[in-house]
């Protein structure tokens, strides 16, 4: 609600696995409004090849680098941008009016080219609003590049920032900034920009937890393969190390547990509730 479309378009950058769930609250809080997805890694504005067009609608524009149209970016006013190409999608050649960062620990090494490129986009948004689920207390650097984003200046430079907050310290190969200082008047100057939710505080809004097992049932020559890849791990240092053996065996697990959890996934369905799957 606190966004103004007269400010500009809702830039929405995160990584590509939220995009269904944010094109999905976009129809629900916008459905006239049609979103524009950002994709490839390179722009071509000079010579575009001809826009495709789309097999099947499926509720939003796909605004390509290769063939880029203008037109389009000009008038969008929801648009989503995934992490790994934001640095060429950086300039949109025009204001935005909010930008969300959504898991915005992904972007806590400042030097990367994913953070810089997020900082450029936050010079032009007249707000921006970054989300992560991701405890990321301990080490305080890492929070340098959103604190660039939602409060620039706020904090100083890097090397101020760190040697407040940090811990900073002359190390072997120059300064190191792995630590914390001054703790309690970091929290205090994060309650101004932060709104912190732990899970005591929302645990009286959700339902109680419920538990319960599926037993998976399988056959005589399944029960083989299973033993047979348990043997290999409890075999592992003549062949290879245990986190690939493991890996291969928790493999074979999921095979056979899959579909019995997507049965429950469907019973649940049929019954009007919604479920999350957890893999």
Same mark, same amino acid.
Request: hydrophobic share 40%.
């Given at each position: 609600?606190?966004?103004?479309?007269?400010?500009?378009?809702?830039?929405?950058?995160?990584p590509l696995a939220v995009r269904e769930v944010w094109?999905?609250?976009?129809?629900?809080?916008?459905?006239?409004?049609?979103?524009?997805?950002?994709?490839?890694?390179? %722009?071509?504005?000079?010579?575009?090849?001809?826009?495709?067009?789309?097999?099947?609608?499926?509720?939003?524009?796909?605004?390509?680098?290769? !063939?880029?149209?203008?037109?389009?970016?000009?008038?969008?006013?929801?648009?989503?941008?995934?992490?790994?190409?934001?640095?060429?999608?950086?300039?949109?050649? !025009?204001?935005?009016?909010?930008?969300?960062?959504?898991?915005?620990?992904?972007?806590? /090494?400042?030097?990367?080219?994913?953070? =810089?490129?997020?900082?450029?986009?936050?010079?032009?948004?007249? !707000?921006?609003?970054?989300?992560?689920?991701?405890?990321?207390?301990?080490?305080?650097?890492?929070?340098?590049?959103?604190?660039?984003?939602?409060?620039?200046?706020?904090?100083?430079?890097?090397?101020?920032?760190?040697? !407040?907050?940090?811990?900073?310290?002359?190390?072997?190969?120059?300064?190191?900034?792995?630590?914390?200082?001054?703790?309690?008047?970091?929290? =205090?100057?994060?309650?101004?920009?932060?709104?912190?939710?732990?899970? /005591?505080?929302?645990?009286?809004?959700?339902?109680?937890?419920?538990?319960?097992?599926?037993?998976?049932?399988?056959? =005589?020559? /399944? /029960?083989?393969? %299973?033993?047979?890849?348990?043997?290999?791990?409890?075999?592992?240092?003549?062949?290879?190390?245990?986190?690939?053996?493991?890996?291969?065996?928790?493999?074979?697990?999921?095979?056979?547990?899959?579909?019995?959890?997507?049965?429950?996934?469907?019973?649940?369905?049929?019954?009007?509730?919604?479920?999350?799957?957890?893999?």
């Open positions: 609600a606190s966004h103004d479309p007269e400010m500009g378009p809702m830039l929405v950058a995160g094109l999905s609250w976009f129809r629900r809080r916008w459905p006239d409004v049609r979103p524009i997805v950002l994709s490839g890694r390179t %722009i071509n504005k000079s010579n575009p090849k001809k826009p495709v067009q789309p097999r099947r609608d499926r509720g939003f524009d796909l605004l390509e680098g290769d !063939r880029f149209d203008a037109s389009l970016l000009a008038d969008a006013k929801l648009i989503f941008c995934n992490y790994d190409i934001i640095g060429a999608w950086k300039d949109l050649g !025009r204001r935005v009016g909010t930008l969300v960062l959504d898991e915005i620990h992904l972007i806590s /090494q400042r030097n990367s080219h994913r953070a =810089e490129a997020v900082t450029f986009c936050s010079n032009l948004a007249a !707000r921006v609003i970054a989300a992560t689920g991701t405890p990321i207390w301990h080490r305080p650097s890492g929070l340098f590049t959103t604190l660039s984003c939602v409060a620039p200046a706020a904090f100083g430079k890097f090397f101020e920032y760190a040697s !407040r907050y940090c811990d900073a310290h002359p190390g072997s190969h120059g300064y190191v900034y792995d630590g914390a200082s001054n703790e309690e008047e970091f929290r =205090e100057r994060m309650t101004e920009i932060m709104i912190r939710r732990t899970w /005591q505080d929302v645990s009286g809004e959700l339902p109680a937890i419920e538990r319960s097992v599926e037993a998976v049932v399988v056959s =005589e020559n /399944q /029960q083989f393969e %299973i033993e047979k890849e348990a043997e290999r791990v409890r075999d592992h240092s003549k062949r290879s190390t245990a986190i690939g053996a493991l890996a291969r065996f928790r493999r074979l697990l999921a095979k056979h547990k899959v579909p019995v959890a997507v049965d429950v996934t469907k019973r649940i369905l049929q019954s009007g509730e919604k479920v999350v799957v957890w893999t």
